[in-house]
């Protein structure tokens, strides 16, 4: 393998324990790997160069644990990160499969089971900070509806404001160093998921009380579930200085949730996404959170491969940027600003506004100028299939 394809931990790659103890399960079928311990997973990431993991509390301990038994895991778990020099990125807490939470956590209509939720995020946010995690996500599994005449949708997102905002109380009367991350998904397994894309997480945060605690990851095939650009939702966290953590993987578009490796269905889309985090020196980790086709024995493979294709599309980005020809086109595309409009534009002022209000514009002139987005693309394609 070339040596620049190989990847290594300043990478910053990390993987969901629980993307590695996926055991293949699909509703229509049992599990068809053998079970993997999130120790055992600590491990065998650390044992591939990986920057870090993600957890789910319930990824490492069983929910029903007792203290000595939660804590001998705890212990058994910094023993395996220090020994594989892996690094625990992000928390998370497991609100979806038990079933107390079936009509959701945070959003449930019993203040016992709200209570109960959020304080098993407390118990975990107390793991996250001694295993020194700095970003806990809140992935809104069940906070969702089938009914919705049965769940009034305001009175949801109140509860759900209310949990955060308790929460960021919580991490700073501690004093941890942590950002929380909201991640979106518009649905499965509930009908409607609450804060469907990053674009409701965004304004949601504006209205938390400390909104600069609060950011999101979005997945990426969470938003193409909705149909929408992956590409998109990350320029839109990034550019309002929200991408806190970035969960990658694939999908086909309006599709149940596949969760495939990254790159698999649309490299030049990934590529895109690459391009961005690249060209916008986007410096979080970059978790993989998909699942190993369910035809895998063992997840390792799937690993690799998710890693590799992050480094793969890397390296395209470096050709594709350096591409005279391309860059030549995408050059073309930019118009000069001879009429200083740019600096009228960026400011209202009383001295503006009367500039452009008397200025004369040719709409059907400016309508001739043709744009090279044919040849640009086909530049493009040509270099993701290496043709010369
Ligand atoms: C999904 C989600 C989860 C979350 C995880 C961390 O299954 O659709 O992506 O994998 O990312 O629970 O919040
Ligand atoms: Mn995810």
Same mark, same amino acid.
């Given at each position: ?5 190989? @990847? ?9 324990? @629980? ?11 049992? &599990? ?7 120790? *055992? ?19 490492? @301990? ?78 809104? /599994?069940?906070?969702?509806? &089938? ?35 909201? &991640? ?14 990053? /674009? ?37 966290? #990034? ?8 969960? #990658? ?19 030049? &889309? ?13 410096? /979080? ?14 997840? @390792?493979?799937?690993? *690799? ?33 001879? /009429? ?49």
């Amino acid at each position: 393998m070339a040596k620049k394809l190989q @990847w290594k931990r300043s990478d910053k790659f990390a993987f969901g324990l @629980w993307t590695v103890m996926n055991r293949g399960r699909d509703p229509f079928g049992p &599990e068809t790997r053998p079970p993997l311990s999130g120790i *055992e997973a600590i491990r065998g990431l650390g044992e591939r160069d990986v920057y870090g993991f993600e957890y789910h509390d319930n990824d490492l @301990w069983p929910m029903d644990a007792t203290p000595a038994k939660k804590r001998s895991i705890i212990n058994e778990a910094k023993r395996a990160m220090k020994a594989a020099g892996i690094l625990c990125t992000a928390a998370t807490t497991n609100l979806f499969s038990h079933p107390v939470f079936k009509d959701g956590a945070f959003t449930s209509h019993d203040p016992r089971v709200r209570a109960y939720a959020v304080q098993k995020v407390m118990a975990n946010i107390d793991v996250a900070a001694e295993l020194g995690a700095e970003v806990y996500i809140y992935w809104g /599994g069940r906070e969702g509806a &089938e009914v919705d005449i049965g769940k009034d949708p305001i009175e949801a997102m109140k509860r759900f404001r209310d949990a955060i905002n308790f929460l960021c109380e919580y991490v700073m009367a501690n004093g941890y160093k942590m950002v929380f991350s909201l &991640e979106p998904k518009p649905n499965e397994p509930r009908s409607n998921i609450y804060l469907a894309t990053a /674009g409701h997480a965004l304004a949601f945060i504006a209205t938390l009380d400390h909104p600069e605690m609060v950011g999101v990851n979005p997945e990426y095939a969470h938003v193409k579930m909705a149909g929408l650009s992956p590409l998109h939702e990350y320029a839109q966290a #990034l550019e309002a200085g929200k991408l806190v953590d970035i969960h #990658l993987n694939a999908q086909e578009p309006l599709r149940f949730d596949q969760d495939m490796s990254f790159a698999a269905d649309n490299p030049k &889309e990934a590529l895109l996404v690459v391009k961005l985090l690249t060209d916008y020196g986007y410096a /979080g980790t970059k978790a993989f959170d998909c699942h190993p086709y369910r035809t895998e024995a063992a997840p @390792w493979d799937f690993v *690799e491969r998710n890693m590799r294709a992050y480094k793969l599309l890397e390296a395209k980005v470096e050709e594709v940027n350096a591409d005279t020809r391309l860059c030549a086109m995408l050059e073309e595309l930019t118009v000069a600003d001879e /009429g200083g409009w740019n600096q009228v534009l960026a400011a209202y002022t009383p001295k503006n506004a009367d500039k452009l209000k008397v200025a004369k514009f040719n709409p059907e002139k400016l309508a001739q100028r043709t744009l090279l987005y044919e040849q640009i693309d086909l530049r493009l394609t040509e270099l993701l299939l290496g043709a010369r």
